[in-house]
Structures are given as C-alpha cells and as structure tokens.
C-alpha cells in the first residue's frame, strides 16, 4: 500500500510563500481562495519574541470526513492514498467544508465546485515532485510514505511523534509538523489582535477568541487568511420549510389518530400546506447549490452513506406519502388512515430529524459534531412541531371562523420567521469559529 503525506518544517519555512505563489500557479488557483497558505504565529512577549510559520493544506486524511459527506463521489480517495476531486461530480453543496476540521476546501468561484490540495496528482503520475515541494528554497515541505519502511521521513515522524493538527477530531491526518508550537496548530490559542496590524487578514463572521486560551507563553496571529461561511440563509430556510412540512403532518396525524373525521382539517388542508413547503424546500435548497443544475446527481450518482443523498431521498419519500394522504382524504374512505397514519408519522419525523445526522457528519465544527445526535435531532423535531403546528392550527382556525381568526396568518408567519432566525443564529454560531 501507499499513503502520501507531507512532513512541514515549520523551523526551516522562512515564510517566503513560494509554495502558495507555486500552487496557484499550477492549479491556476483563483485569487481569494487557496490550496496552500502560510499562517504567521508570534509567540512571546517584547524582546523575547519568535514568528513562526505554518503551511496550511489538505491534510489527506485516513478518515477523511469529506468523502463521507460527500453526495456524489466527487471527493475520493486515490490509490496513492491521497484524497482527490472529479470537478465533474460535484454539485456544490459545500458539505465538504464544514466537514473538514483544516479549513482545506473552498469553492472556485469559477467553476463553482469544490478544489483543495490533491498533491499534485498530475506531477505525481508522471514522477515529478508536488509543486510547492519543488520550490521551497529550504526544502520545508517534504513528501511522505507512511507504509514505506524505508522511508527516513517517515521513521522521523514515528520517533519523534511529531504532532499533527486536531487530533481530536480522528481524523487520523497525514500532514505531521516539526520545529512548531502548539500555538501555531490552534487556531483557538493564538487571536487576532486588534491593533490595526497590516498583515492580519480574516472574514468578519470569524469569532476570533479575545485571549489566548493557554496558560502558554502569549500567542497571536500575524497573518492568516479564513473562508467565507458555508451554509448561511437558504440552509437555515430549508430547516425551517421542511420542518413545517413534517410538522403538519404530524399534527394532521394525531387528529386523526384522536378520531377526528374533518377531511379538511385533517387529510387536504395539511397535505396542500406539506406539499407547499417541501416544495419550497427543494427550491432552497437547488438554490444553494453552486452547480444548481446538478442536483439531480443526488439521485443518479448519490452515495447513502452522505446524509446529503439521504435527506434527499427522505423528502421524496415524504412527498409521496404527504400526496397519497391527501388524495385519500379526498376519495378513499376511513381505511387510509389506518394503511398510511404509521408510514407517515415515521417519515414525517424523519423529514424533520435526518439534518441531525447530516450535522454529525461536519466533523469540523465542534458545536454539531460534538453533540448527541438525539439532542439535535429533538431540537428539529420540536422547531417541526412548533412550526408545523402554526401552520396547521392557522389551517383549522380560519376554516373554522375566516373572519374571527383573520390574524392567525400572521401570528404563523412571526413564528416561521422567529424559527428562521433561531437557526440561522445557530448556523452562524457553529460556522464561526475559526480552523486555522
């Protein structure tokens, strides 16, 4: 077997940036975004201070969260066991970014697809070295085999266990680095200060922490650069549409389990509501997509192990379901309940659920991640039961007394809206926190 990686000697890179100048070069990278950069960390305190340089990139790792978020197979890992991309396949979802703990992938704003470092993949095949290794004036960066037992860089990294980034994410990352401080690897022990330093460089949506968080000697950083926030304002949207979808249903359910026979109120009204904002949903979310005109590759290359794929699948289920209700509240006669109220309930919470394991799958961003997928799925069938039963309870109301109930409308509406915000705050707050 083989499995690439890189050793970045942080106590020989002078910070000269020819390996990012390279890389763009090779890959006619875009400006603003990067597949390699170099973070500037100052350590101590005035005289006694020291820069450190640390080169930031894909760390290839052996449990690489991106393929597993990935919805169709774009992110893959190579024979070599690099982790590669097919610009073909992605759909622009950018799930990979908030899966990955490095920062390491962003979207080209030119193809509108997901790149990162892949090694060099097209140099490697033809026996040339990476770019940035071949340039790097003091031999900083250093191809690894870590199954090759000959390899003397990689015995140094086994001798001297040289740390890699995150660990605590197990990712199992194939980038190690020497001659660094710990500081230079957390982004969460060294801030930004905000003294108008000309090299600092970062989104405003960072929450850059005020203090270092260690009892180390001080830290801070010089210079970085951070990518823009992945799922903002659509995503949280969609949690919203779709919960009210599965909410409705649900409420519609439990009439129907109670006995109620009002057609309306239980089997049409809900169904047209669902079907709305599932509809709704979809926009939302081909909306989101950077190559919106791919997002049938969900269903044509999807991979079920990506909650991306999944969900996709369980809101067609739920459409299915949700129609078949309502054509059965139109023409079936009491039997439909009894054939469709357990499939679905079961899918109606699934619809509001599913985004929790979708979450889990961002193993970079601590806040879901990190948290029990029953909290987090609670939390989304509640926001579904307090939204959907806005909806519908403004659905029997104004059947019931048009007039008398005219602000009901309204009322629903301050409470999708208010479950807009919520999530978007929470999205906001998960995303927020800076990888490198």
């Not at 799930?95 to 697809?113: F, K, Q, V």
């Not at 470092?117 to 960066?141: D, K, M």
């Not at 830290?219 to 903002?232: D, I, L, M, S």
Request: charge should be neutral.
């Amino acid at each position: 077997m083989t499995r690439l990686g890189f050793l970045l000697d942080s106590g020989a890179c002078i910070g000269c940036h020819a390996c990012t100048v390279a890389c763009k070069s090779e890959h006619d990278v875009p400006l603003g975004v990067n597949r390699t950069w170099v973070n500037y960390v100052e350590t101590g305190e005035f005289p006694a201070t020291e820069r450190h340089f640390t080169v930031m990139r894909c760390n290839h790792c052996d449990d690489a969260p991106c393929i597993s978020i990935c919805p169709t197979g774009s992110l893959f890992r190579a024979s070599n066991g690099v982790v590669d991309f097919d610009d073909s396949r992605c759909i622009g979802c950018k799930g990979c970014m908030n899966a990955c703990p490095y920062d390491a992938l962003y979207i080209s704003p030119e193809t509108g697809t997901a790149h990162k470092c892949n090694f060099c993949q097209h140099r490697l095949e033809v026996g040339l070295e990476p770019s940035c290794v071949s340039v790097c004036p003091t031999r900083a960066i250093t191809v690894v085999d870590h199954d090759d037992p000959a390899d003397a860089t990689a015995a140094r990294i086994r001798t001297e266990d040289l740390p890699v980034r995150s660990p605590e994410r197990r990712t199992l990352p194939k980038v190690h680095y020497a001659g660094t401080t710990p500081a230079a690897l957390d982004p969460l022990a060294r801030p930004v200060a905000d003294d108008g330093l000309i090299w600092a460089d970062w989104t405003g949506s960072a929450q850059w922490p005020t203090a270092p968080q260690t009892e180390a000697a001080p830290a801070r950083t010089a210079y970085t650069v951070a990518h823009a926030e992945a799922w903002g304002a659509k995503v949280a949207g969609y949690m919203v549409t779709k919960g009210v979808a599965a909410g409705v249903m649900l409420w519609a359910v439990a009439a129907a389990l109670v006995g109620w026979d009002d057609r309306t109120a239980v089997a049409t009204g809900p169904a047209v509501a669902a079907l709305v904002a599932l509809a709704v949903t979809g926009v939302l979310l081909i909306a989101d997509l950077k190559r919106p005109e791919r997002f049938w590759y969900l269903f044509t290359k999807g991979r079920m192990r990506s909650w991306i794929t999944a969900g996709a699948w369980v809101i067609m289920a739920d459409g299915v379901l949700v129609t078949l209700w309502g054509i059965g509240g139109l023409w079936a006669g009491s039997a439909w309940f009894i054939v469709l109220i357990a499939p679905l309930a079961l899918c109606s919470v699934l619809t509001a659920a599913y985004t929790a394991f979708l979450l889990r799958q961002c193993r970079g961003r601590v806040m879901w991640h990190d948290r029990p997928v029953t909290l987090l799925a609670a939390r989304l069938v509640g926001e579904a039961a307090l939204g959907g039963g806005a909806v519908w309870g403004s659905l029997v109301a104004l059947q019931a007394n048009a007039v008398a109930f005219s602000w009901t409308p309204v009322a629903a509406a301050a409470v999708l809206v208010w479950l807009w915000r919520h999530d978007r705050a929470f999205l906001r707050a998960a995303q927020a926190a800076p990888l490198s």
